[in-house]
């Protein structure tokens, strides 16, 4: 098991690995909405007066399935996962802000401050992760 896992760090590396979360999370979260039967949750307005929610929730899914797969690209040619990965939190925090402005949500605000913080930041983020390992901090010499 040990050595799987770490076959799987050396062909991912550290980009890799957080598109391979990203995408299952997304998918995860995307399936979550498609099997619950609330056609209409709160905040989300904006967009069950275009489509229906599991329309909406099959873009985290195609999202998901599309950072998933940039996971095992290579450096360059992974950033249409990270684009991807940002899709879904971008359209659906754009709802809750205009949710809370419109007063539709009383919970609006923070959910958006959400999306924009712990998806939205945390994608820039991972995008931005070196490959390459950190170096270790230098060992202190005993007196």
């Known amino acids: 098991m040990r050595a799987a896992v770490r076959r799987l760090r050396r062909v991912l590396g550290r980009r890799g690995i957080a598109l391979l ?15 619950t039967s609330d056609p209409r949750p709160p905040g989300l307005q904006t967009l069950t007066e275009r489509a229906d929610i599991r329309c909406w929730a099959s873009i985290w899914v195609l999202c998901g399935a599309i950072t998933f797969g940039a996971a095992w690209l290579r450096i360059g040619r992974d950033r249409w996962g990270f684009i991807a990965a940002m899709v879904p939190p971008f359209v ?8 809370a402005v419109t007063g539709e949500s009383v919970r609006g605000l923070a ?14 983020w ?6 390459y ?11």
């Open 21 to 35: 979360l990203l995408g299952t999370g997304k998918i995860c979260y995307g399936l979550g909405f498609i099997l």
């Open 92 to 99: 659906w925090g754009s709802a809750y802000l205009w949710g």
């Open 111 to 124: 959910t958006f401050g959400w999306y924009a913080t712990s998806h939205i930041g945390m994608i820039l």
């Open 126 to 131: 991972a995008s931005a992760v070196p490959e």
């Open 133 to 143: 390992a950190v170096p270790h901090p230098a060992r202190r010499e005993r007196p």
